[in-house]
């Protein structure tokens, strides 16, 4: 109706070698422009050409079809065509409204809101959406220290883990010579994997939230085996 709403700044980047595309926007609304209904919001719409596209959010750490107008999803959508897959990466903007058959909104900003800069990133068919989507999603972040790197290099690393299908998404310290950490998988299906580390574990167990014992494991000289059901979250602690 010729009402300004908002003043908006929208950039993009693109990455060389990656199927993404990063969108940054700062918002800048007009408080009271808006309503107080749940339709009054400012949000950015994806729009895509088939009706029958399947669409799926995040939930638990794999993706699950969703047809109900009101979503919650932290990590991503997905938009799966023929013969194309967009992952919508969300950045903690959990809250998404299916406005049409081809259309969706992701809410940028309502009543109350304080934040006014929002990421977004449209990513084309990735192997492993969930776990890209933590991936990307991770800061860039740098520490000052009062010594050098040691002498074996410049990087080093504390544990991997050999399948994709397997999310590390807790790693914390325990006790004086322990980690813990958490896993789950992501693929919606059984999944053996193992978990490395950069020296042999002393011992390794399966705790529960609490730390409490479930049961003992045994690792090998690399690491620790890994079996997950599908969608299933375990939390392993492993002693150095």
């Known amino acids: 109706d010729g009402v300004e709403l908002a003043r908006f700044e929208q950039t993009v980047r693109l990455w060389l070698g990656k199927p993404m595309v990063e969108l940054s926007i700062l918002l800048e609304p007009d408080e009271g422009a808006l309503g107080s209904r749940p339709e009054d919001y400012i949000g950015c719409r994806w729009a895509w050409p088939d009706e029958k596209s399947s669409f799926a959010a995040a939930s638990g750490l794999c993706l699950q079809a969703h047809g109900s107008e009101e979503i919650e999803a932290?990590?991503?959508?997905?938009?799966?065509?023929?013969?194309?897959?967009?992952?919508?990466?969300?950045?903690?903007?959990?809250?998404?409204?299916?406005?049409?058959?081809?259309?969706?909104?992701?809410?940028?900003?309502?009543?109350?809101?304080?934040?006014?800069?929002?990421?977004?990133?449209i990513a084309v068919n990735l192997a492993h959406p969930i776990a890209a989507a933590w991936d990307h999603s991770w800061p860039?972040?740098?520490?000052?220290?009062?010594?050098?790197?040691?002498?074996?290099?410049?990087?080093?690393?504390?544990?991997?883990?050999?399948?994709?299908?397997?999310?590390?998404?807790?790693?914390?310290?325990?006790?004086?010579?322990?980690?813990?950490?958490?896993?789950?998988?992501?693929?919606?299906?059984?999944?053996?994997?193992?978990?490395?580390?950069?020296?042999?574990?002393?011992?390794a167990r399966l705790v529960n939230a609490l730390g409490d014992l479930i049961y003992d494991l045994h690792p090998n000289p690399s690491g620790v085996s890994l079996d997950l059901a599908g969608s299933e979250l375990i939390q392993l602690e492993a002693s150095f």
């Open 74 to 121: 932290l990590e991503l959508l997905q938009i799966r065509e023929r013969h194309l897959v967009a992952d919508l990466l969300t950045h903690g903007l959990a809250f998404h409204r299916r406005v049409a058959p081809r259309m969706a909104d992701t809410l940028l900003w309502a009543p109350g809101e304080t934040e006014r800069r929002h990421r977004l990133t």
């Open 140 to 203: 860039v972040w740098t520490a000052s220290v009062e010594k050098g790197p040691p002498a074996q290099g410049r990087t080093g690393w504390l544990a991997k883990v050999d399948s994709s299908n397997l999310l590390c998404s807790r790693l914390a310290p325990s006790g004086e010579s322990a980690a813990v950490f958490r896993m789950a998988g992501t693929s919606g299906k059984s999944t053996h994997g193992e978990l490395r580390f950069c020296r042999a574990p002393v011992s």
